[in-house]
């Protein structure tokens, strides 16, 4: 998935460069040989990676992406990543339309976001405006809601058309 280079907003030393999903995340567990219980016990294939998260974390990263991004070609949108050359901000998904008005979408594997987990979410919203037409966490639980500072709180089972 390609990063995002907005067009009408510019940002200070982008990190462009792709970031990489399977299409399937069931069969990159399959290929990968571990299974649901293994994955939920934290078990990894190939060397650890500190910064990279759980495999399970990556794996419904990948599942919340392929979803967002059949959803968006259906409605001529793209989706992209938004990562700072630094790493001081990024999102992990950003639907952009046409007319380059954008969603922002993070992913996390939890049932409820933690404030922590917002904060890249709230500083593009202050730096885009308008330009954001909505922004949101999608979590593994069960209820949507919004929350007061405007933020939407999205379980990936509800994810659909």
């Not at 219980?37 to 495999?55: C, N, W």
């Not at 933690?114 to 909505?134: I, T, Y």
Request: net charge neutral; glycine share 8%.
């Amino acid at each position: 998935m390609p990063g995002w280079a907005p067009t009408r907003n510019h940002f200070a030393k982008l990190g462009t460069s792709p970031k990489h999903h399977l299409v399937d995340p069931a069969l990159a567990a399959r290929l990968l040989g571990v299974d649901a219980a293994a994955l939920i016990r934290g078990e990894s294939a190939g060397p650890v990676v500190a910064r990279d998260g759980t495999l399970l974390g990556a794996l419904f990263e990948s599942l919340v992406t392929l979803s967002a991004r059949v959803y968006a070609q259906a409605g001529g949108a793209q989706v992209r990543h938004f990562r700072t050359r630094d790493g001081r901000h990024e999102v992990d998904l950003i639907v952009e339309r046409d007319d380059q008005r954008v969603v922002a979408l993070e992913v996390k594997l939890a049932s409820s976001p933690s404030p922590a987990s917002l904060d890249h979410l709230l500083w593009l919203k202050d730096k885009l405006g308008d330009e954001l037409l909505d922004a949101a966490v999608i979590t593994t639980g069960q209820h949507a809601f919004r929350r007061s500072d405007g933020i939407a709180v999205i379980p990936a089972a509800l994810l659909g058309p």
